[in-house]
């Protein structure tokens, strides 16, 4: 094999996409996927590669040291893409904890294993060396910026804000990441995403969830006014930079990743419904939550200019294709809601 990536989180539905992405795009790469198969991580998800030589499957914590040093010793992995993290806001509010521990010492535990695997001298910490070619890199998101008002961009030099457990875990992670590169010279990237959407999305994000609740006649919950705007990205655009930033990156900088598609959370939802000829009276307003970021908007003129990538999909086209992907895997949805998912639900919502 020509080079071993190890995709941390590559259950998820980020993640998912970018092993299939990678193992379709690099015949000669093994791709070592490192879940813990919380909620959000779904086997379902890679079951058509399942029997691939290139693909290898380790279920364990980030956070269990022993673990992943055992892995990083079986597999020698050249690369790591970490999208391993407790993702989704609502529950960072309820839970704090578990963000913090995944989201932040997992990050560090795999930046120890790597350092550990790849310095040319592991026991001189003066040493700044590292084997040919590795590459850590950190998958962050805009939310670490904080909110926007009505105008301006986040950029890479601008100054993080979190306002949530979540985001708060996901800079703190960033930070770490950093600290790595200035004080070991360890090769990183950190990559700073807008909105995912596309197939596989756990339904308890926007768009997989009103779609879901459209099919069945159910209400589509919309927090407060509905008016909080997002830019958008299609999960293929965000796997291609990814794999742009993890081939052509230059050590120790960060990308921002957008795909120039800001909407807000209302138009998506009507867009839906229209889709899917339902009525507007599906939509519910419900009590909004606690820190909720009106608006977020990313500058990608650095990754565009100076790695060349873009995004291909309009949103129109993207949502579309969204869409019929889950009318027809309606039993992949039906899966997934089912037990634990529905309770959760019902306690996010049922109140409000």
Request: hydrophobic fraction near 35%.
């Amino acid at each position: 094999m020509n080079k071993t990536i190890l995709v941390t989180g590559g259950a998820g539905f980020i993640g998912s996409n970018f092993v299939r992405y990678m193992l379709e795009k690099y015949p000669d790469y093994r791709i070592v996927n490192v879940d813990a198969l919380t909620y959000a991580g779904n086997p379902a998800n890679l079951k058509q590669i399942e029997g691939d030589a290139r693909y290898a499957f380790e279920k364990a914590d980030i956070r269990d040291r022993a673990r992943i040093a055992e892995i990083f010793s079986r597999y020698q992995p050249d690369m790591v893409v970490n999208f391993a993290a407790e993702s989704h806001v609502d529950r960072s509010i309820d839970d704090p904890e578990v963000f913090l521990t995944t989201n932040i010492i997992g990050t560090q535990v795999l930046l120890d294993t790597a350092k550990q695997h790849w310095k040319l001298h592991p026991e001189d910490k003066y040493s700044r060396e590292f084997k040919q070619g590795v590459k850590f890199q950190q998958v962050s998101t805009d939310e670490v910026y904080g909110a926007l008002g009505k105008e301006g961009v986040f950029k890479e030099t601008t100054p993080l804000s979190p306002n949530s457990p979540y985001s708060a875990a996901k800079a703190s992670a960033d930070m770490i990441v950093r600290a790595y590169h200035e004080t070991f010279g360890m090769p990183v990237n950190i990559t700073r995403c807008s909105n995912n959407y596309g197939p596989y999305q756990f339904p308890e994000k926007l768009i997989p969830l009103m779609i879901n609740n459209c099919l069945h006649d159910k209400p589509l919950p919309v927090y407060g006014d509905g008016m909080q705007i997002r830019d958008w990205l299609h999960v293929y655009d965000h796997c291609a930079a990814i794999d742009t930033v993890l081939h052509h990156g230059v050590n120790g900088e960060i990308y921002n990743i957008g795909g120039n598609n800001e909407k807000a959370n209302i138009e998506i939802v009507k867009l839906i419904l229209e889709t899917l000829k339902k009525p507007e009276s599906l939509i519910t307003y419900v009590k909004d939550r606690p820190g909720h970021d009106r608006r977020y908007a990313i500058d990608n003129t650095k990754i565009t200019t100076q790695l060349g990538w873009s995004p291909r999909y309009t949103f129109e086209d993207g949502m579309k294709e969204t869409i019929q992907w889950y009318l027809d895997n309606q039993t992949w949805t039906e899966d997934v809601v089912s037990g634990a998912y529905m309770a959760y639900y019902d306690k996010m919502y049922k109140d409000r």
